[in-house]
């Protein structure tokens, strides 16, 4: 399967630990996007690397969240201190320099 | 700030019925209109549309884009159980970075 890919795939964590999400774009793409999914809603964009520069951030993103992409391939998103209203699916999407932008299957956190 | 709303958010209809789900946008700096569908999963890309009254079509989905009046739609023949499904619309919109602005989803249910 050379589409992109993500882990875990779900999450189930405590209010107030931390978690980290994994996204393998497609091979060579250069341009890698995290959006967050609630419930009845459309994806919400977050942030956004061309290869391994974070190029923007959502006000959506607090200083809880931070994301890398340290060689410009796979990256990570984390939550630090999570809080029952970061619940959601956090997509990961990627493209090759500005083509159509591919999705991952998510990743579903649920903070109990 | 950007705004995409799609109508209807739920549509019921029985196996064969035509159905045009709707897009409507405001934002700055347009550069591209998307369909994307999601089943229980990742959203997966339909059509980008670019340019004011070219149709898209794909079997028996076809989209049209009218930057005039500032909306789109995505036109579903002869439908199956199988369309059934959540419709993203989303714009490519602002400057430097190719995110998208995505509206709530058009949740499409077909009945045999």
């Known amino acids: 399967d050379t589409g992109v890919s993500q882990d875990p795939r779900h999450k189930i964590t405590k209010r107030g630990q931390n978690v980290t999400f994994r996204c393998d774009p497609i091979?060579?793409?250069?341009?890698l996007y995290w959006y967050r999914q609630t419930l009845g809603q459309g994806p919400e964009f977050l942030t956004y690397?061309?290869?391994?520069?974070?190029?923007?951030k959502s006000r959506l993103l607090s200083d809880r969240f931070s994301a890398e992409r340290p060689k410009g391939s796979f990256s990570t998103l984390e939550i630090q201190r999570t809080e029952q209203g970061d619940s959601a699916m956090y997509l990961c999407?990627?493209?090759?320099?500005?083509?159509?932008?591919?999705f991952g299957p998510g990743t579903r956190l649920t903070v109990l | 700030e950007d705004k995409v709303v799609q109508s209807p958010l739920s549509l019921v209809v029985h196996e064969g019925d035509t159905v045009t789900l709707n897009c409507s946008y405001e934002v700055t700096n347009f550069r591209s209109l998307l369909w994307y569908k999601q089943e229980k999963k990742a959203p997966t890309f339909l059509f980008m549309l670019t340019s004011s009254g070219i149709e898209k079509k794909s079997g028996r989905l076809s989209s049209i884009l009218d930057k005039k009046e500032l909306f789109s739609i995505l036109n579903i023949t002869a439908t199956q159980t199988g369309d059934s499904a959540i419709y993203l619309c989303a714009v490519e919109a602002g400057q430097g970075a190719q995110k998208l602005v995505f509206g709530q989803g058009t949740r499409l249910t077909i009945n045999p």
């Open positions: 690397f061309q290869n391994e520069a974070q190029l923007e």
């Open positions: 999407a990627s493209s090759l320099h500005e083509s159509t932008q591919y």
């Open positions: 091979s060579e793409h250069n341009r």
